[in-house]
Structure formats: C-alpha cells, structure tokens
C-alpha cells in the first residue's frame, strides 16, 4: 500500500477529515455535459426534519396534562421541550422555501450569493469531507481560500466535482 493512502486514511481516522479534489469521472459521467450547475438546498432533507419535528411535538403533547405536569412543576424544562420542536420547524420550513441557488457554477466561474470567481482567478478546487459536521467545496483563487458548505444540497460531490472540471477545461479551450 501507497505511503500517501496510510497518511491520509490515518488523517481520516485522527482527525475526521478528508481532503480530496476535484477530478473528471470518466466512468460515471461520460455522456452528461452541462453549460451550468445549480446547486440548491435539499428539499427530501428538510422533509425528513420536518418529519422528526412534527413527530417530536406529537410524542409531548397528546399526553393528557403531561405537558401541563411539566410546567407546574418546572417550567424551564416546559418551555425546553416546546421550543425545541417549534425552533426545529421553524428552520426546516424556512429553509425548504428558500429556493435561492445556494452555488452555481458555469462557464464564468463559480458563485455564491455573496461571493464569486472566474475561472482564471481559481487556481485549485477540492472538497472537504468530514465525519461530525458537513462537506465544503474549497476554491482556492490567486487572491483567497473560500470554504463552501455543501451538505444538506441536492447534489453529489462526485457529480459536482466532474462538473467543475468540464466548465474549468472548457473556459480554457
């Protein structure tokens, strides 16, 4: 075995993390070529959150006056368990209507909706795969190092990566 694999799996192991760019993927993504690539939040992911919020509020409040025994008794713990389910739902419904494109990448570059780079000012794309939290898209420009959160979209890296390649190569050409 590589000395470069044992390093990066023992990195994986210690840290979490792992890095690995960007690359053309001949073997599943030959016959797709696309001029631009949207990627937006994952709407079956805030469903699933959604779900876990309604079916956590369900479990507290059928009870008949168990809510209310939580409340004489100690309403710190009352006001805990509501809010954790309201604040659940709240984000999840908030995020399932924001259809605002949360990366897009084309033949200019790539783009958040704060931030943007041609593809002569990127120098190296990569993500960042970790185990505890999301992935990050890192675009490495002539200027910045910008980490792009990923998780929770509609779109394989894998795919997003292929992707990224075939507009950087077709800038160029």
Same mark, same amino acid.
């Given at each position: 075995?590589?000395?470069n694999v044992v390093k990066k799996k023992l990195n994986f192991l210690l840290t979490g993390q792992r890095e690995e760019f960007t690359c053309i993927d001949s073997n599943d993504f030959t016959n797709q070529q696309f001029n631009k690539v949207v990627v937006k939040n994952s709407t079956s992911?805030?469903?699933l959150f959604l779900v876990v919020g309604l079916v956590f509020i /369900?479990?507290?409040?059928?009870? $008949?006056?168990s809510l209310m025994e939580v409340f004489k008794q100690n309403w710190i713990w009352a006001l805990v368990l509501v809010s954790i389910?309201?604040?659940l739902i709240y984000f999840t419904i908030k995020r399932l209507l924001d259809t605002t494109p949360k990366l897009i990448v084309d *033949? $200019?570059?790539i783009k958040t909706k704060d931030w943007s780079a041609s593809w002569t000012d990127i120098v $190296? *794309?990569?993500?960042?795969?970790?185990?505890?939290t999301t992935t990050f898209l890192i675009v490495k420009t002539r200027f910045e190092e910008k980490?792009?959160?990923?998780?929770?979209t509609n779109i394989a890296p894998r795919f997003l990566g292929h992707h990224i390649e /075939? /507009?950087?190569k077709q800038s160029k050409a």
């Open positions: 075995m590589d000395i992911q805030s469903s /369900l479990l507290i409040f059928p009870r $008949e006056g389910p309201i604040a *033949t $200019e570059g $190296e *794309t990569k993500f960042r795969f970790s185990k505890a980490y792009i959160d990923i998780g929770g /075939l /507009l950087k």
